[in-house]
């Protein structure tokens, strides 16, 4: 099942990755401040309905921004689960965030052994081409609790950053990020998820950021 994604096979993405992870754990301290109000109304909704040491799953975690927050931010002694497909990322994560588990696996082939009462897909949808993107949203449903939260962003700007830094690497140029618009993003999360609520980013970027809940 996790086979292409984004104009590239699997292995061209997890050494795609594997490269910028150095790069990603150079700056991820600079964006804490703004994530954490990202995290912060998702991390209180899972936090009173389903109260300390819930299980949240953080999919295509990187360099484990989220997961640090989540562990570190909260006195809610949130379990936190992390899987991402680049071996160099979650190295780095398991660096950052100590106190969460680490699944080096692609998400779609993970089988986690219990269920979550939230998860975090931050700039993980926009991974997968538009033909892969309703499994990734039925499996996020799966693994969640009935009642369970998710919490789901991505940028809706270009940012071909990444690609220039590979591309000093590596003569690799496409871009590896599919735009998700609100609408696209909505609809696409609503035959899985009630949609809860919608706010806006912070910082340069414009983003998507949606909370949902599966019912
Ligand atoms: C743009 S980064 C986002 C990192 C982090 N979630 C954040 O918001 O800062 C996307 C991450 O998703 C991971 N990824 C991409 N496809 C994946 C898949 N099929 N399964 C698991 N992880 C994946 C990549 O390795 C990368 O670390």
Known sequence: MCGKQINKSQKQLVEYYDLLADDYNSRWVNFVDN??????????????????GAR??????????????LTEHFKYDF???????????????????????????????????EKFHGLVAGSFLNQFDSSMAPYVVEKMSDILEKGGYGLVY??????????????????????????????NMTN????????????????????????????
């Open 35 to 52: 994530q954490y109000k990202v995290i912060k109304p998702f991390a209180e909704k899972v936090h009173s309905n389903f109260g300390t």
């Open 56 to 69: 949240i799953a953080d999919l295509g975690c990187g360099v484990g921004l989220n997961s640090f927050i």
């Open 79 to 113: 379990n936190v689960s992390c899987v991402d497909v680049s071996k160099e990322m979650i190295k780095h994560a398991q660096q950052n965030s100590p106190k969460a588990k680490f699944y080096n696996n692609c998400f779609l082939e993970w089988e986690p052994e």
């Open 154 to 183: 991505s940028s809706n700007t270009a940012d071909y950053d990444d690609d220039k830094k590979i591309k000093q690497k590596k003569d690799q140029t496409k871009p590896y990020v599919q735009m998700i618009d609100r609408l």
């Open 188 to 215: 696409l999360l609503s035959q899985f998820f009630k949609v809860e609520e919608y706010y806006k980013g912070y910082g340069k970027r414009g983003w998507t950021i949606t909370i949902v809940r599966k019912e």
